[in-house]
């Protein structure tokens, strides 16, 4: 069964820096971590849930919504399984709960979430 689990949020002031981490798990010989694309989801209080920024299987291609270029970086390590979501000069409204994702096809796996919060 995979598990995704997201960590590195917390209460930060604007201008600051966090870095997210999603540890995967529980992926197949045939689909293993490094054949799916993973993703970055951020969902604020009373919005709907949107793409933040997308990785490729190999790392080498990457995305981003318009509101974060130039301030977030994702990457990912398939050696250890996790994708990363740098993100610098955070601002309020950037506050939300992240969430991991892992597409592949017609799979598709989510993490719990972690809240970012940015706040003086």
């Known amino acids: 069964q995979v598990h995704l689990v997201e960590s590195g949020g917390g209460l930060v002031q604007p201008g600051g820096s966090l870095r997210l981490s999603c540890a995967a798990s529980?992926?197949?010989?045939?689909?293993?971590?490094?054949?799916?694309?993973m993703n970055w989801y951020r969902q604020a209080p009373g919005k709907e849930r949107e793409l933040v920024a997308t990785?490729?299987?190999?790392?080498?291609?990457?995305n981003y919504a318009d509101s974060v270029k130039g301030r977030f970086t994702i990457s990912r390590d398939n050696a250890k399984s996790t994708v990363y979501l740098q993100m610098n000069n955070l601002k309020p409204e950037d506050t939300a709960v992240y969430y991991c994702?892992?597409?592949?096809?017609?799979?598709?796996?989510w993490g719990q979430g972690t809240q970012v919060t940015v706040s003086s």
């Open positions: 994702n892992a597409a592949l096809f017609t799979l598709d796996y």
């Open positions: 990785v490729t299987s190999t790392g080498r291609s990457t």
């Open positions: 529980g992926f197949t010989f045939s689909a293993s971590f490094s054949a799916y694309g």
